[in-house]
T-cell receptor
Framework: DAGVTQSPTHLIKTRGQQVTLRCSPK?????VSWYQQALGQGPQFIFQ???????QRGNFPDRFSGHQFPNYSSELNVNALLLGDSALYLC?????????????FGPGTRLTVL | AQSVAQPEDQVNVAEGNPLTVKCTYS??????LFWYVQYPNRGLQFLLK????DNLVKGSYGFEAEFNKSQTSFHLKKPSALVSDSALYFC????????????WGAGTKLIIKP
């Protein structure tokens, strides 16, 4: 049973560029959440997708956008990259959207902005 | 506003001794509490969660956690530490059934010495 997968593993971009990160949820899961984890800090919630709609959003600017596809996979897009966007981006999936449901995480995508 | 505090940046324990990693929380409603572990350059692995019921929760790899409502704490424990337990541990919380994002502590680095 495949867990949560993310691609690419690492990515290097320059300021002002745009980036797309991808996530495939754990088999049977229909909800995907994205988090940003800066070095030495806990993850920060970006947004959650369920039934192909953004259901909840954290305190991130509109430069951060996403999409969920009919097969439940998801993309995170970041426009106009800033140096401060350098971080580990984590995708998590859960069986349902509920607050009680456990989120299972992928290995992350390490984004470096130069 | 919801918040999580992990008061210790680092905890050092000798192999075979019991370990405790502390977590306190602040929420407006009933808390749903989670512990995750992160190994270097890896995503987050779920250890255990408290939703309701018995205050002592048992999880993966011999870990357990005790929910204490009066002290608003959810400390992670293990009776006998292994060197392989050395990692970064995160406590996270949600409140109410309509709030889906996880709020995370800053993490505690656990070092188990042989």
């Amino acid at each position: 049973d495949a867990g949560v997968t993310q691609s690419p593993t690492h990515l290097i971009k320059t300021r002002g560029q745009q980036v797309t990160l991808r996530c495939s949820p754990k088999s049977g899961h229909d909800t995907v959440s994205w988090y940003q984890q800066a070095l030495g800090q806990g993850p920060q919630f970006i947004f959650q997708y369920y039934e192909e709609e953004e259901r909840q959003r954290g305190n991130f600017p509109d430069r951060f956008s996403g999409h969920q596809f009919p097969n439940y996979s998801s993309e995170l897009n970041v426009n106009a990259l800033l140096l401060g966007d350098s971080a580990l981006y984590l995708c998590a999936s859960s069986l349902r959207q509920g607050a009680r449901d456990t989120q299972y995480f992928g290995p992350g995508t390490r984004l470096t902005v130069l | 506003a919801q918040s999580v505090a992990q008061p210790e940046d680092q905890v050092n324990v000798a192999e075979g001794n019991p370990l405790t990693v502390k977590c306190t929380y602040s929420v407006s409603g009933n808390p749903y509490l989670f512990w995750y572990v992160q190994y270097p350059n890896r995503g987050l692995q779920f250890l255990l969660k408290y939703i309701t019921g018995d205050n002592l929760v048992k999880g993966s790899y011999g870990f357990e956690a005790e929910f204490n409502k009066s002290q608003t704490s959810f400390h992670l424990k293990k009776p006998s530490a292994l060197v392989s337990d050395s990692a970064l541990y995160f406590c996270a919380v949600r409140d109410t059934d309509s709030n889906y994002q996880l709020i995370w502590g800053a993490g505690t680095k656990l070092i188990i010495k042989p």
